[in-house]
């Protein structure tokens, strides 16, 4: 006995204790009534108390839906989500978060964990042609718990960038994990080539890039110093948030050296598809690299 037939049953049944007989299009009406249609032509409802399951709720379109009811002015609310990504227009259930804002609050925060604890995929770095060196932090904890041994490298580390890198060059640009390698994996491919292409188009020249693993800003400053260039700029994850985990930043600092002032250094942040798309940023990173060396001073003495 299928569904249909044991609940034409019952309903025939409660319908005949209700009184005397029951003809079979009463049954049949209530059986219909009583089944949604298979094919029913209306959407699912996906409303604040109804999540679909198949969508993605850390996509940008889910986010920015609003799971508050019945808002004041849903037309400047949603103005309001267009310019933010920060979570506005939850709402809430009782003293709580509703279940998709907090679902989306734990997934973001899950990708964020993996944005710091993840190494870069080494096949990146083989495709890009980048070779990879390491700081002096042994494994991810030391590098997360030791700052000042993610900007030292080791001898041997600093032979092998001057046995593989051009010397003297006017600008060395690097990247490097730091906090995030899911940056690395969202912008490198775009930004790096987009960079390089724009300094050379303009007369530049542009020493060997290649990767640093766990490494913090302030370690452009050995680089500096191991290959004389003029200009060096780091591409690096920054500490991700509940925003993005995407985040990248470019560190550039002319005539760097190991124990200078972290004012000399000037920072193009927020790089990700959220912020300032890779290639945007790679084209104003090349003309601002050109100003610098124009200038011949970087951070807050460039703006003087």
């Known amino acids: ?48 108390a109804d999540i679909d399951i198949k969508t993605d709720i850390t996509s940008k379109e889910s986010k920015g839906t609003p799971t508050l009811e019945n808002p004041a002015d849903m037309d400047s609310l949603m103005r309001m989500k267009t310019k933010t990504p920060a979570r506005i227009g939850v709402g809430r259930a009782g003293g709580r978060l509703k279940t998709q804002t907090l679902l989306t609050l734990r997934a973001d925060h899950a990708a964020a964990k993996d944005a710091v604890f993840m190494d870069v995929d080494p096949a990146l770095l083989e495709k890009m ?99 004389g ?10 500490r991700p948030g509940l925003a993005t985990a995407e985040s990248m930043s470019a560190y550039i600092a002319y005539n760097a050296t190991v124990g200078m002032p ?18 945007e940023a790679g084209a104003y990173i090349a003309d601002l690299i050109e100003k610098i060396l124009k200038a011949k001073k970087s951070g807050v003495e460039l703006q003087n």
């Open 229 to 238: 260039c003029k200009v060096v700029c780091v591409l690096i994850g920054e």
């Open 262 to 279: 972290e004012a000399r250094r000037t920072v193009v942040s927020n790089i990700h598809s959220g912020g300032i798309a890779a290639v």
């Open 129 to 227: 042609g980048l070779f990879s060196v390491t700081t002096m932090c042994t494994d991810k904890n030391q590098f997360l718990t030791r700052p000042d041994l993610g900007r030292k490298f080791s001898d041997e580390a600093i032979r092998e960038i001057q046995s593989k890198c051009q010397k003297n060059p006017d600008v060395q640009i690097y990247a490097s994990d730091g906090l995030s390698s899911t940056a690395i994996k969202a912008n490198l491919e775009n930004i790096l080539p987009a960079i390089m292409d724009g300094l050379k188009a303009k007369g530049i020249s542009v020493g060997t890039p290649f990767f640093v693993k766990y490494g913090r800003v302030g370690a452009e400053d050995a680089i500096s110093e191991a290959l």
């Open 1 to 48: 006995m299928d569904n249909n037939d044991l609940l034409s049953r019952i309903i025939a049944e409660v319908l005949a204790e209700m009184g005397g007989s029951v003809p079979a299009s009463a049954v049949e009406s209530a059986v219909k009534a009583s089944i949604p249609a298979a094919n029913a032509s209306s959407p699912r409802s996906t409303g604040p």
